[in-house]
Nanobody, 118 residues
Framework: QVQLVESGGGTAQPGGSLRLSCVIS????????MSWYRQAPDKQRELVAM????????YLPEVEGRFTISRETQTNNIVYLQMNSLEPQDTGVYYC???????????WGQGTQVTVSS
């Protein structure tokens, strides 16, 4: 069973930075895609950033140039989301996700709250 545990959420002022981490444990096949999603109050969950095994990335247009997703897989499976130049509209619960390509399964973390406010 694959398990995901996020950390690093909190409160930041507009223009500030936060770094989210997600440790993925369990039997993780090589072909996988790691992602970060977010859900703002009264809105649907949306894909923020994704990174494939080979390192290719994709971002929500609203965060392009401000957020950076990266992954560490040499000794541990960890995915990061560096968030800079935060804006109030970045507020929401951020969820880590891993998609297993062969079995088409999604696994989710419990979510971590990010609040951007002055």
């Amino acid at each position: 069973q694959v398990q995901l545990v996020e950390s690093g959420g909190g409160t930041a002022q507009p223009g500030g930075s936060l770094r989210l981490s997600c440790v993925i444990s369990g039997d993780l096949p090589a072909r996988n895609v790691m992602s970060w999603y977010r859900q703002a109050p009264d809105k649907q969950r949306e894909l923020v950033a994704m990174i494939a095994k080979g390192g290719s990335t994709s971002y929500l247009p609203e965060v392009e140039g401000r957020f950076t997703i990266s992954r560490e897989t040499q000794t541990n499976n960890i995915v990061y989301l560096q968030m800079n130049s935060l804006e109030p509209q970045d507020t929401g619960v951020y969820y880590c996700n891993v998609f297993l390509v062969a079995s088409e399964q999604h696994f989710w973390g419990q979510g971590t709250q990010v609040t951007v406010s002055s």
